[in-house]
């Protein structure tokens, strides 16, 4: 049975930085994509960055520069540098894995969380100002 655990979540305040890890299991399921989603108080959850098995990112545009995907394959974990942080990226940050390549490329999207058939419980980002 595949499981997402994420950590790394925590309280900061603006202009922090944070760095998120999602570790799958078991090691030898190796997902197509991962991506962070993230859901804050009220809101619909959103996607905020992917990547795929072979390292291609695609992140959203509300984070752009700001937020940092990476992934390592030989311990089959993800992570979710974010920096400069903002009131506005408090929420529950949750990973995901499954195959949601774009079509006829090697890119991953987010734009269909239905594509994603693993995921974590989340971990709670706070931002105060």
């Known amino acids: 049975q595949v499981q997402l655990v994420e950590s790394g979540g925590g309280s900061v305040h603006t202009g922090g930085s944070l760095r998120l890890s999602c570790k799958m299991s078991?090691?030898?399921?190796?997902?197509?994509?991962m991506a962070w989603f993230r859901q804050a108080p009220g809101k619909e959850r959103e996607g905020v960055a992917t990547?795929?098995?072979?390292?291609?990112?695609t992140f959203a545009d509300s984070i752009m520069g700001r937020f940092t995907i990476s992934r390592d394959n030989a311990v089959n974990t993800m992570y979710l540098q974010i920096n400069s942080l903002k009131p506005e990226d408090t929420g529950v940050y949750y990973c995901?894995?499954?195959?949601?390549?774009?079509?006829?490329?090697?890119?991953?999207?987010?734009?269909?969380?239905?594509?994603?058939?693993?995921w974590g419980r989340g971990t709670q980002v706070t931002v105060s100002s």
């Open positions: 995901a894995a499954g195959s949601a390549l774009v079509s006829g490329t090697r890119r991953c999207t987010f734009a269909d969380a239905s594509r994603y058939n693993y």
């Open positions: 078991p090691s030898t399921y190796i997902s197509d994509c």
């Open positions: 990547i795929s098995k072979d390292l291609r990112s």
